[in-house]
């Protein structure tokens, strides 16, 4: 076996593979940013902030140096290029390890080529990790190129751990883990299964105590960029979520090395504002969460979006959970070594992540249950990126022992190894069998449409379109993920509209975002780069923060009271009546904005469903395309102004210009689909902007104009799959909220 083992891994079959799948990447890459947290990291690491607990400073640091590279036309792409390359190196560390697993099975190069090239190819163009490698959504490709590189170096470990170089190795698989862990958590999964590889191989290793401190040592230093947070957290960026520092007034010696940054680091550390249960209080049945994990496995081999190939997409998943299952025996069974390490990280990545995890039961999970059930926000399956991946190696050992087998039924020659005589499969029976192989191209072609996000702009189009529906200076309340991030996004990187200030309800929640209101400048507004519905007018700049409240009090603030009777609020002609109830901490301070701005205007993102109702406003607001604005005195109808039904009064003359120049519709009728169906609420929301828009100008007496956008909006309907506006829009569904939000009361740090 040690004379098997001296071979020469095939780095540029490997580097071939890899740069194939970088092209594929390329191919289908995204120019733009997308839903969910994309926007957000994107933005954090451009501008060196801090994105939400933990942090991930790893990321913020190398998306920063990418972001900066003249690598592609835009700060985006050049991010998005981040996701691409990492995955791509990844796909050429599972091409080794599947090649060196068929070492000691096959005697000739190319077949273990053929081998490594099948792990590459499902595992690049599954599902999950095709969708995440061509937009950043967050930090997972960077965890799994980490996780990879660990992999193989562990891989080459087990072959020569008594060689001079195995302590050096491990090292260096220390401090990566470390370095992973700055990253996101999961940079520590390699873990469990190399503490096992080295128990089986070298068990010696585990009772040098002084090497183990050296081990822990690599982790920490690899670790170590975390000490970076509190320093930048005291320059305040505009993206500072969590605030990990006593600073107030800018960075200093006394408050950054004090309790209270120490405080603030470790709850920001612990993510401590999202309060997740201990593992021994299930948020679902193991069962459900193992279901949860079989329906995005499902999804990696044929993403069928809209259920129209139930049953295909059921067989498909079948084959490649047997091809995997079947290739983890065969691995175990030729290649005992390398399993000492993959067969326990398998184990990790699968059954033990589900239950470290403990999600509630998924999005898309179980529709029959509908809302008697405790759900994630949103389709967790990226977190199950690094599992689809690696699965890629075992399943790509099951088709390769398939095309074995099938090519020694189709004719084989004895051949004496050793002091033994095997039955192998002659070079035609090879190339007779190889259309099995076909079943590789299978995630290919079924994944393209629904993971390719080549040309896609919907989500910046959105956030430019949201922002300028909001008059010049103007404060935009928002309320989760998807109606902010893209914003700070269109804000921080592209520069646009930052004279708008968004204030999203959910963190108004805590202490640190209230305080980042109360810093945020005036930005100068641009009447030349904004839409033409604000132009002829002067606007002039307001002076001073959106609140007006010192640290101390925001601080003081309470997380929410009950109102045990209808309390009154006034502001000018505005008499608002709040019904009996609980009032949080973010209600109380959009009221404080109210009262504390007299010249910036105050709009309610159409996100925001019936907040301005809530807090007794709905006399005051009328709809200027996706916001309504809060007016001085109760709106009454007019030539202009008009009432529809749902909606509320509509401003005919701004929703209309401002529709005609929104850019998203064009941006969805070209993408032609929704994938993600918790964030669906985006698209409806722009088609209902459009149906009120067209029905208001009908009442005002503009039928040309009404005409012309009920044609765009049905144009989008149909893009969506809604259906036709001839028939029965459903409302939409409300924006969710996701993980990275405080959504729930939390305590306030002093």
């Avoid at 390329?26 to 940013?33: G, N, V």
């Avoid at 990253?183 to 070298?202: D, Q």
């Avoid at 690094?386 to 004719?411: D, Q, R």
């Avoid at 810093?519 to 519905?533: I, Q």
Wanted: glycine share 8%.
């Amino acid at each position: 076996m040690a004379a098997e083992l001296d071979y020469r891994p095939s780095y540029l079959a490997a580097g071939i593979a890899g740069g194939l799948t970088f092209l594929l990447y390329l191919i289908t890459l995204s120019p733009e940013t997308a839903m969910w947290d994309t926007s957000e990291y994107i933005a954090a690491a451009y501008t060196l902030g801090l994105p939400h607990p933990p942090g991930n400073p790893l990321f913020v640091l190398i998306g920063r140096v990418a972001s900066i590279l003249p690598i592609a036309p835009t700060v985006a792409m050049r991010i998005n290029l981040l996701a691409a390359i990492s995955s791509a190196v990844s796909a050429g560390m599972w091409f080794l390890i599947t090649e060196r697993v068929l070492v000691g099975w096959f005697e000739k190069r190319w077949q273990r080529i053929a081998g490594g090239s099948l792990a590459v190819l499902i595992g690049a163009t599954a599902f999950t990790v095709w969708s995440q490698s061509v937009v950043n959504e967050k930090v997972y490709t960077v965890s799994l190129l980490g996780l990879a590189i660990c992999s193989w170096l562990t891989v080459r470990w087990c072959d020569f751990p008594d060689s001079p170089k195995a302590d050096r190795i491990l090292v260096l698989v220390a401090y990566l883990c470390g370095l992973g862990y700055a990253n996101h958590m999961a940079g520590l999964l390699a873990v469990p299964a190399i503490a096992i590889a080295v128990l089986i191989r070298k068990p010696a290793t585990l009772l040098r105590w002084k090497f183990i401190l050296v081990l822990a040592a690599a982790v920490f230093v690899g670790g170590s960029s975390f000490a970076t947070q509190p320093i930048r957290a005291a320059h305040f960026p505009a993206i500072n979520e969590g605030e990990p520092t006593a600073c107030r007034e800018g960075i200093g010696f006394s408050c950054t090395f004090s309790k209270g940054t120490y405080d603030a680091f470790m709850y920001n550390f612990n993510r401590g504002q999202y309060g997740k249960p201990d593992l021994a209080t299930r948020q679902a049945p193991f069962t459900a969460q193992v279901g949860m994990w079989w329906l995005y496995f499902k999804w990696q081999w044929l993403r069928d979006a809209h259920g129209e190939q139930p049953r295909l997409q059921f067989t498909l998943a079948s084959v490649f959970l047997l091809l995997g299952l079947f290739g983890g025996w065969v691995h175990y069974k030729r290649d005992p070594r390398s399993f000492a390490y993959f067969g326990p990280l398998m184990l990790t990545l699968t059954l033990v992540l589900i239950y470290y995890l403990n999600f509630k039961y998924g999005a898309s999970q179980a529709p029959e249950l509908a809302d008697r059930v405790d759900r994630e926000v949103r389709d967790r399956d990226y977190f199950f990126l690094w599992s689809f991946s690696a699965w890629s190696v075992w399943a790509a050992l099951g088709l390769t022992y398939v095309w074995e087998s099938i090519a020694v039924l189709l004719g084989s020659e004895r051949v004496k190894v050793g002091t033994e005589h095997f039955d192998l499969p002659t070079t035609r029976s090879w190339l007779l069998a190889t259309p099995v192989l076909a079943i590789a191209f299978v995630p290919l072609f079924g994944n393209w449409q629904a993971s390719s996000r080549a040309g896609e702009t919907d989500t910046a189009d959105f956030a430019i379109d949201m922002l300028n529906s909001v008059e010049p200076y103007g404060i935009l309340v928002t309320v989760g993920d998807n109606d902010t991030f893209p914003l700070w996004y269109a804000q921080e990187v592209l520069g646009v509209r930052k004279d708008v200030t968004v204030a999203n309800t959910s963190l108004l929640n805590t202490d640190w975002y209230t305080r980042q209101m109360i810093r945020r400048p005036v930005f100068e507004y641009d009447s030349l780069a904004g839409p033409s519905v604000w132009r002829g007018k002067t606007w002039p700049k307001p002076a001073g923060p959106v609140l007006k409240m010192s640290f101390a009090e925001a601080d003081a603030l309470p997380l929410g009271q009950e109102l045990r009777v209808a309390q009154k609020f006034t502001k000018g002609n505005i008499h608002a009546i709040i019904q009996p109830g609980f009032i949080t901490r973010a209600d109380i301070l959009v009221l404080r904005m109210i009262n504390d701005n007299d010249t910036r205007a105050i709009h309610f993102s159409r996100t925001s469903a019936d907040l301005a109702e809530q807090l007794g406003l709905s006399a005051y607001v009328v709809m200027q395309g996706h916001a309504r604005k809060l007016m001085p005195d109760s709106v009454r109808l007019s030539d202009n102004i008009q009432r529809v039904p749902g909606e509320g009064y509509v401003d005919v003359a701004r929703s209309q210009a401002l529709w005609d120049e929104y850019k998203a519709p064009a941006s969805l009728i070209r993408k032609g689909d929704w994938v993600d169906a918790p964030s669906r609420g985006i698209p409806y929301l722009i088609v209902s902007t459009g149906i009120a828009t067209a029905e208001a100008s009908v009442r005002a007496g503009f039928q040309a104009k009404a005409d012309s956008t009920i044609e765009t909006v049905r144009q989008v309907a149909l893009a969506m799959r809604f259906g036709d506006i001839a028939g029965e829009i459903a409302p939409p569904p409300p924006i969710q909220s996701g993980d990275s939000i405080a959504t729930k009361a939390v305590p306030i740090r002093p």
